[in-house]
């Protein structure tokens, strides 16, 4: 079995995801969404769909959160 480096719950149905080179091992989607979401920097909320990236590399949730901090030209996508 492997153990949730999140909730540290040792599960024998937990998964690994790769990504940028690192191994991370969690036992729900909940987990890995806690620790590999990005995180809005105006609401604070987890981004689990599109989002949108300004061209400095922050992260928002939606269109009307990038403009909240200044970015016009970031638009939701359809």
């Known amino acids: 079995m492997s153990v949730c480096e999140v909730c540290g719950n040792d599960y ?4 690994e995801v790769h990504a940028a080179g690192a191994v ?4 729900s989607l909940e987990c890995a969404a806690h620790r590999m979401a990005p995180i809005c920097e105006n609401c604070q909320c987890r981004i689990l769909g ?28 359809g």
């Open 12 to 15: 024998e149905m937990a998964f």
């Open 24 to 27: 991370h091992v969690f036992d």
């Open 50 to 77: 599109h989002g949108s990236q300004s061209a400095d590399g922050r992260f928002f949730c939606s269109a009307h959160c990038a403009r909240t901090q200044g970015h016009v030209a970031l638009v939701d996508h």
